[in-house]
Nanobody, 124 residues
């Protein structure tokens, strides 16, 4: 059974940091691009960041550029999202996903596997 399990979410004050992790099991995703998305209450799920299979290419949504960093450790089958300078508008459920391709991908339909999500709440 393939699973993506996110962890590291929580409550943080504005300006603080969190590091999300996404551990994959059931198969290796070392040849797949990975991504992070988020969904706030009443809003559609939106792209946050993506990383290529090797980690050599990354791409971010404009609203997180310079604040968030995506990385991966293929030996551990894990992808990370380091979030700094958090803002109240970053509050959302954050989802990890594995793409069908090896190159970066920004659309939800590019992704075949999804985690259950982890809540991030940023207080003002």
């Amino acid at each position: 059974q393939v699973q993506l399990v996110e962890s590291g979410g929580g409550l943080v004050q504005a300006g603080g940091s969190l590091r999300l992790s996404c551990a994959a099991s059931g198969r290796t995703f070392s040849t797949n691009a990975m991504g992070w998305f988020r969904q706030a209450p009443g809003k559609e799920r939106e792209f946050v960041a993506t990383i290529s299979w090797s980690g050599g290419t990354t791409y971010y949504a404009d609203f997180v550029k310079g604040r968030f960093t995506i990385s991966r450790d293929n030996a551990l089958n894990t992808v990370y999202l380091q979030m700094n300078s958090l803002k109240p508008e970053d509050t959302a459920v954050y989802y990890c996903a594995a793409a069908a391709t090896s190159t970066i991908a920004t659309m939800t339909w590019h992704y075949d596997y999804w985690g259950q999500g982890t809540q991030v709440t940023v207080s003002s």
